[in-house]
């Protein structure tokens, strides 16, 4: 007789395999497998020149993530809008936290036709203090801002490789 603890153990396993089972057989192909949308990509796209310092932080990490434009088939094209927006305000009605609002809209074009192949928004938030001297709070808002571009770059990465057919 088996006690709870083991047969509740055996069952999650058998219900595991059975999981990993039914993976190929529901269409489900890795990303960054042969031929996945991640391979796709890679190196494929050219992104829009950076205007801001927002867009420059924002370009790095799409450059990590799709690499290089070393033979580009597709556009990426993208406005950020950020907005700061006081958070913590005292008694004193001194702003002591500033949150960051921001989105991304991009656009994902072929290069050779100019169809549309991705298109969307995506939006994120980061925060900072504001508690401190000038150049704290200076820094520690560009990193916040940095943060943010940097987040809003992995969500567009995200949609794209679930976009790209």
Do not use: K
Not at 80 to 102: C, F, P
């Amino acid at each position: 007789m088996w006690s709870s603890e083991p047969r509740r153990l055996f069952l999650a396993r058998l219900g595991g395999l059975a999981a990993l089972a039914a993976v190929p057989s529901c269409g489900f192909q890795p990303v960054y497998g042969p031929g996945g949308a991640g391979t796709r990509l890679h190196g494929r796209v050219r992104i829009a020149e950076p205007r801001t310092r927002d867009d420059y932080a924002f370009l790095r990490r799409l450059t990590e993530r799709l690499g290089p434009d070393q033979s580009p088939s597709y556009d990426l094209a993208y406005t950020l809008r950020i907005a700061s927006v006081g958070q913590g305000i005292t008694a004193d009605e001194v702003t002591t936290r500033y949150s960051l609002n921001g989105t991304a809209a991009f656009t994902l074009t072929d290069s050779a036709t100019g169809a549309v192949v991705a298109q969307g928004e995506v939006s994120n938030f980061s925060s900072h203090s504001a508690a401190g001297s000038i150049i704290a709070t200076t820094a520690a808002e560009q990193d916040a801002r940095d943060r943010l571009a940097v987040m809003l770059a992995d969500q567009v990465v995200t949609r794209l490789l679930a976009m790209v057919p």
